[in-house]
Nanobody, 123 residues
Framework: QVQLVESGGGLVQPGGSLRLSCAAS????????MGWFRQAPGKEREFVAR????????YYADSVKGRFTISRDNAKNTVYLQMNSLKPEDTGVYYC????????????????WGQGTQVTVSS
């Protein structure tokens, strides 16, 4: 079982930046990739980005490409999501998730989830 704890959410104005962190602990030896998802009120949880632990492979949703950057620190078992040029439509609860799938993207590909951190983009 992998335990995940997100941090770094908050309130930011449009055009601003935030960096989310996700610390992983527990049995991460079989985890191949980590991902970020988000869920806005009344909407389904959607994929944002993912990164693999062992090789440098990243993938982004079209809606965040060019604005968000996912990265990892293997020594700290931590994954980050740098969010720049934030828009009101980026508002939601952001979840970190762990996967044993080779190149996961769908929600069902991820077995372990964090509790989420709120990101609000508003003036």
């Amino acid at each position: 079982q992998v335990q995940l704890v997100e941090s770094g959410g908050g309130l930011v104005q449009p055009g601003g930046s935030l960096r989310l962190s996700c610390a992983a602990s527990g049995d991460i030896s079989n985890a191949f990739a980590m991902g970020w998802f988000r869920q806005a009120p009344g909407k389904e949880r959607e994929f944002v980005a993912r990164i693999t632990w062992r090789i440098t492979s990243t993938y982004y949703a079209d809606s965040v490409k060019g604005r968000f950057t996912i990265s990892r620190d293997n020594a700290k078992n931590t994954v980050y999501l740098q969010m720049n040029s934030l828009k009101p439509e980026d508002t939601g609860v952001y979840y970190c998730a762990s996967s044993t799938v080779l190149y996961p993207r769908a929600t069902v590909d991820f077995a372990s989830w964090g509790q989420g951190t709120q990101v609000t983009v508003s003036s």
